[in-house]
């Protein structure tokens, strides 16, 4: 089974940028893995951000951009806010089956 | 406007069979533009796709799970379901309901927890 790989944990400080990563076992992120992120906030439901590497809802704030980036999918965060402290879970589309990530820990400090 | 809501027992003994129920406002289940989906949290972990039905049938499902796992739609009811057997201490979780499409998993219930314990 495909292994989705993310970075456990990422600290930023107020107003900068960053961004995050997911990996597949199976090789290159393509848009073909219609890469989904999904952001969860302690004792909270998840909200999905963005779907298919770019698309943002109506709902996701204009700082979250996605991207593919050196055979990963990408979610960058510009200008963060305080409020973005959560975390993500990348989500790929395996052919059948959609695999999580093991997700990342976003700390804003 | 969308919304899905858990139901189902929030405790079971270990063998027993879990049926969780997803009611749904807001969309038809008989839609053919969208498909719907169970997702699992176990506590301090992370989330884990359980599987995916269409409205017409053709569940697809987690490897790791696929022996145990069931999903169906009721649509006179505009619910949809899952049943997990011979359950584990290992399920116990989160569990919660999501509307998906192709490409997306676009909106989620808020969640229902499930221990098993003996």
């Known amino acids: 089974q495909t292994v989705v790989t993310q970075e456990p944990s990422v600290t930023v400080s107020p107003g900068g940028t960053v961004t995050l990563t997911c990996a597949s076992s199976?090789?290159?992120?393509?848009?073909?893995?219609?890469p989904n992120w999904v952001q969860q906030k302690p004792g909270q439901a998840p909200r999905s951000l963005m779907y298919?590497?770019?698309n943002r809802y109506s709902w996701t704030p204009a700082r979250f951009s996605g991207s593919l980036l050196g055979g990963k999918a990408a979610l960058t965060l510009s200008g963060v806010q305080p409020e973005d402290e959560a975390d993500y879970y990348c989500?790929?589309?395996?052919?059948?089956?959609?695999?999580f990530g093991g997700g990342t820990k976003l700390t804003v400090l | 406007q969308v919304q899905l809501q858990e139901s189902g027992p929030g405790r079971l003994k270990p063998s027993q069979t879990l049926s969780l129920t997803c009611s749904v406002s807001?969309?038809?289940?008989?839609?053919?533009?969208?498909?719907w989906t169970w997702v699992r949290q176990a506590p301090g972990r992370g989330l884990e796709w359980i599987g995916s039905?269409?409205?017409?049938?053709?569940?697809e499902y987690n490897p790791s799970l696929e022996s145990r796992v069931s999903l169906s739609v009721d649509t006179s009811k505009n619910q949809f379901s899952l049943t997990l057997t011979s359950v584990t201490a290992a399920d116990t979780a989160v569990y919660y309901c999501?509307?998906?499409?192709?490409?997306?998993?676009?909106?989620w219930g808020q969640g229902t927890l499930v221990t098993v314990s003996s």
């Open positions: 999501a509307r998906s499409t192709v490409t997306t998993l676009n909106y």
């Open positions: 807001g969309v038809s289940t008989s839609s053919g533009d969208y498909y």
């Open positions: 039905i269409y409205y017409s049938g053709f569940p």
């Open positions: 199976t090789g290159p992120v393509t848009s073909d893995h219609y």
């Open positions: 298919s590497v770019s």
């Open positions: 989500l790929l589309y395996s052919g059948g089956p959609w695999v």
